[in-house]
């Protein structure tokens, strides 16, 4: 329910990629100004991240989910009815950012609750949404807009997000305790029994001056920046760049859409590859595909480039980002995982409106995405250097949270 729910928002999310050009030629605007919009929606992704993180933690995700999916319907209308550039800030920059800000949380939340030996295989599984959003979402949206306009595109994914988000959040439970259950491979560890509603997390939550002293949080959090960098100039930028060359619209969503589900398939791998031998050396590899590729796509021309492209990039995506996901739920296992995984994505929706901001800065000042993708490339570089220095998963001393190493 959380996979198929988040798949939906974070297709809406990513989306935008797809309405590039329609939104500029309406508009009459420069690639800078278009990729602000995004980059403004991004930074108060950033903000709804903790908020909805905290709300789950509180509220639990049946109610969250609800309202995130009625918000998203309801800003996805408006965006299809704005006039001017300011009423394109209002409706997509920030009523759409209060409904599609959380889902990160919200999956990291609820699988973190739900499993323990298992748990990178169960994120491979549910943060697969990520991937599957864009393959659903991005040639549905393309096909809307040659058959019917951007605005009429807008309108009928809304309706999706009613029918999808809304009716899945009433089956929702926070955790198994809902159920008298214990997370999958846990044990008891002398604790109380299940399904007692006044039971006490087995630990307890970290004050914030708690998590800001450990090392692993500002690691992780600079993947999560310099990934969310990458992420989002491909996510905003990529099909423009393939329809420079001449490629239609319809054939260039292909490439993103075969990049994601690529992301699908080698998440899910490289998730029960880590819970065998560990994160950082998947991590490492995946960064480097990323890298390649990104200096691939810089020289590519035709469609069976972009291609090839989408194959280093999707092994990328799935590794790189299910990495800093199991990265932060073994260090951080604690109640507020939520608040925890939306301060982290505060980080990676900061970088991911940097990302999309950068391409559009970048080529309308040199006509070229050339620079861009290199930026890109160098950014891979040092997540997989950082990914190296980032120590071994948390110990338990007394109850208390101690990072070893």
């Keep these: 329910m959380a996979l198929v729910a988040g798949s939906a928002l974070f297709g809406v999310r990513f989306s935008y990629g797809v309405f590039f050009k329609?939104?500029?030629?309406?508009f009459d605007l420069t690639r800078t100004v278009t990729s602000s919009v995004y980059s403004a929606y991004l930074m108060f992704c950033a903000v709804f991240s903790v908020l909805g993180g905290w709300a789950i933690d509180k509220y639990g995700p049946r109610r969250v989910v609800f309202a995130l999916g009625l918000i998203?319907?309801?800003?996805?209308?408006?965006?299809?009815?704005?006039?001017?550039?300011?009423?394109?800030?209002?409706?997509y920059s920030l009523l759409l950012a209060v409904g599609t800000g959380a889902p990160v949380p919200l999956l990291s939340s609820v699988v973190s609750r739900w499993f323990d030996r298992k748990r990178g295989l169960a994120l491979g599984i549910s943060t697969s949404a990520t991937g599957?959003?864009?393959?659903?979402?991005?040639?549905?949206?393309?096909?809307?807009?040659?058959?019917?306009?951007?605005?009429?595109?807008?309108?009928?994914?809304?309706?999706?997000?009613?029918?999808?988000?809304?009716?899945l959040s009433l089956l929702m439970r926070r955790d198994p305790a809902e159920m008298g259950l214990l997370p999958d491979g846990a044990g008891r560890r002398g604790g109380p029994v299940p399904g007692n509603r006044d039971e006490k997390p087995l630990i307890p939550n970290?004050?914030?001056?708690?998590?800001?002293?450990?090392?692993?949080?500002?690691?992780?959090?600079?993947?999560?920046?310099?990934?969310?960098?990458?992420?989002?100039?491909?996510?905003?930028?990529l099909i423009p760049y393939i329809t420079d060359k001449g490629i239609s619209a319809v054939g260039a969503s292909t490439v993103l859409s075969l990049a994601s589900g690529l992301q699908i398939v080698f998440q899910l791998g490289v998730g029960r590859i880590s819970d065998t031998i560990g994160r950082k050396i998947p991590g490492v590899v995946c960064a480097l595909s990323g890298a390649f590729g990104l200096i691939w796509l810089s020289g590519a021309r035709e469609l069976s480039e972009f291609y090839l492209f989408a194959l280093f990039f999707g092994f990328a995506s799935g590794g790189v980002f299910l990495i800093n996901l199991v990265l932060a739920s073994d260090t951080f296992r604690e109640r507020n995982i939520g608040v925890i995984m939306g301060l982290l994505n505060v980080g990676w929706t900061i970088g991911n409106a940097f990302g999309s901001a950068l391409g559009g800065i970048i080529f309308d000042a040199t006509g070229s995405y050339f620079a861009?993708?290199?930026?890109?490339?160098?950014?891979?570089?040092?997540?997989?250097?950082?990914?190296?220095?980032?120590?071994?998963?948390?110990?338990?001393?007394?109850?208390?949270?101690?990072?070893?190493?």
């Design 22 to 26: 329609s939104i500029q030629a309406e």
């Design 72 to 91: 998203t319907g309801l800003s996805l209308i408006l965006v299809s009815r704005a006039q001017s550039l300011w009423q394109l800030f209002l409706t």
């Design 206 to 237: 970290l004050p914030l001056s708690r998590i800001f002293r450990i090392r692993n949080f500002w690691l992780i959090l600079g993947t999560w920046t310099l990934w969310g960098v990458c992420v989002s100039l491909i996510n905003t930028h």
């Design 372 to 405: 861009a993708f290199g930026t890109a490339a160098g950014a891979m570089l040092i997540i997989a250097g950082i990914f190296i220095l980032v120590r071994k998963r948390k110990t338990e001393v007394s109850g208390v949270l101690a990072v070893s190493g």
């Design 132 to 167: 599957l959003g864009i393959v659903v979402i991005a040639p549905l949206a393309a096909y809307l807009i040659s058959s019917l306009g951007w605005r009429t595109a807008y309108v009928y994914l809304a309706l999706v997000i009613w029918l999808v988000v809304v009716s």
